[in-house]
């Protein structure tokens, strides 16, 4: 069962149903996605989707399961009400509480509720923004800071936000609407998702956006370019406009940048250098704390406190969030009065049950990569030897024995991706192919019968030599 449309809760559902090939429920928005993604991939599968909707009632094998509309930062996003034969578990997928979503419902309190009323015997529950107190503002006020930023500057404005946050992109509309500006969008995945939300009107009575080939029509002064690359992907439109390699579209000194966004960890270098060449460029950047121009999807503890007094669950298991946004959620469940409190780890198989929750197995688990067509572990796909050869490069050494185990003359050497030279000048590949040779002079001639023993002498010899000239260490390969 898919709760919502986001990539880490779907995106490798194309990849992984040709070997599971198992029922898949989800929902509308969730199916047009899935399957516009599958139009862009050669040879994808066609995945049956099993329609559910807000409400709605389902059932599989021994488990009734009812889908509760929550607020997110996607259109359609459900929590799941499992209600098995030793009792209720219900399962929020990513939600908060959102007074006033810009499109789709509020988190449904009163269902919430009347499970609780029932009795739920376990809450599985979203972590992301454990640690972090209070409530998250509404969506709507993103769009009256959006309208703020917008209406006040002079030149363009280029917001650039999560491309599946279908609520943001509204928001972003009506401010250019309101504001007299036209909108123009930038990037493949934006696109994708605004056709399959206008499919099923949830972009309804915003003006048209206008095409790529009319924007040198527009004044500057008139127009919102919303764009891909809020985390500063290379190939995104952000960072082609950042670098000039648009062929249509261009940003000017006096232009603003609008991040309605927060930064993933991990990309914050790469955001960092496109903030640096937009502003090398004479642009303006706003970000959240300049100005309210994002909210988080996730519920702060002041709502995840509200969650638990709706829906009193004798069991709370945080999920969804790094060890330490886990265990604040557990201490916070603990202080607000649930009995128990299992915290799981990925691979832990944990059994519900009146009484104590356990974990009674582990499941193997870790990163899987698709690698063109293939899906494997990265030591299956060469990943580790590919770093290492994006780091310092590869060797390749042919070295000769006669009959009389000598060296029938001087070693071959290829270097690939390796420094041409040390400090002093010398040639990398002349101080390796030293080291070849006297790696195997150094053996007495009559070991050098094994072959093995001789190629490991030769391949620790050269990398040493290049760690020693260079710092690095090169992959090395010998025969």
Request: negative net charge; contains cysteine; proline residues 5%.
């Amino acid at each position: 069962v898919i709760t919502h449309a986001h990539e880490d809760h779907y995106g490798a559902l194309l990849d992984i149903w040709p070997r599971l090939k198992a029922p898949v429920w989800m929902t509308p928005f969730t199916a047009g996605l899935l399957e516009a993604k599958r139009q862009g991939e050669q040879n994808a599968p066609k995945v049956p989707a099993m329609i559910y909707r807000a409400g709605e009632k389902f059932t599989i094998g021994p488990f009734e399961i009812e889908a509760i509309p929550v607020a997110h930062s996607i259109p359609e996003p459900m929590s799941l009400a499992i209600t098995t034969p030793v009792g209720t578990v219900i399962h929020t997928g990513d939600w908060k509480i959102d007074p006033e979503p810009t499109i789709g419902p509020k988190t449904d309190e009163a269902r919430f509720r009347a499970y609780g009323d029932k009795g739920v015997l376990a809450l599985v529950c979203d972590s992301t923004n454990a640690l972090r107190e209070g409530e998250s503002p509404s969506e709507v006020a993103v769009g009256e800071g959006l309208k703020g930023v917008i209406q006040s500057a002079k030149g363009r404005v280029a917001v650039t936000t999560f491309s599946s946050n279908v609520g943001r992109i509204v928001s972003i509309a009506r401010a250019a609407r309101d504001a007299g500006r036209q909108c123009l969008v930038l990037g493949r995945s934006l696109k994708r998702v605004i056709d399959v939300a206008g499919e099923l009107g949830y972009m309804d009575g915003l003006p048209e956006f206008i095409a790529e080939e009319d924007y040198g029509f527009i004044p500057r002064e008139n127009l919102v370019i919303i764009c891909t690359g809020s985390q500063g992907e290379p190939l995104a439109a952000l960072a082609k406009l950042s670098r000039d390699e648009m062929k249509s579209v261009s940003l000017t000194a006096g232009d603003t940048v609008v991040f309605s966004s927060r930064t993933i960890p991990g990309n914050e270098k790469a955001i960092l250098e496109i903030k640096n060449r937009l502003i090398d460029l004479g642009m303006k950047i706003i970000e959240d704390g300049d100005a309210l121009v994002h909210v988080s999807g996730h519920p702060r503890r002041s709502e995840l406190r509200r969650m638990y007094e709706w829906v009193r669950p004798q069991i709370g298991v945080p999920v969804h969030g790094e060890a330490a946004h886990l265990v604040a959620q557990g201490s916070l469940m603990s202080m607000s009065g649930i009995g128990q409190v299992a915290q799981v780890r990925d691979g832990d198989m944990l059994r519900l049950y009146p009484g104590a929750a356990t974990i009674v197995d582990q499941v193997p688990f870790g990163r899987v990569y698709k690698d063109g067509r293939l899906i494997g572990t990265d030591q299956a796909m060469g990943i580790r030897d590919r770093r290492k050869l994006s780091f310092a490069g590869h060797v390749a050494v042919n070295v000769v024995l006669d009959d009389k185990y000598e060296l029938a003359g001087d070693p071959d050497l290829v270097a690939i991706g390796v420094a041409e030279a040390d400090a002093s000048g010398e040639t990398l590949e002349d101080l390796m192919l030293d080291a070849a040779i006297g790696a195997v002079d150094s053996i007495p001639r009559q070991r050098r019968k094994d072959l093995d023993l001789v190629q490991e002498a030769v391949r620790r010899a050269v990398r040493g030599a290049a760690n020693e000239a260079w710092g690095k260490k090169p992959l090395v390969t010998n025969t």
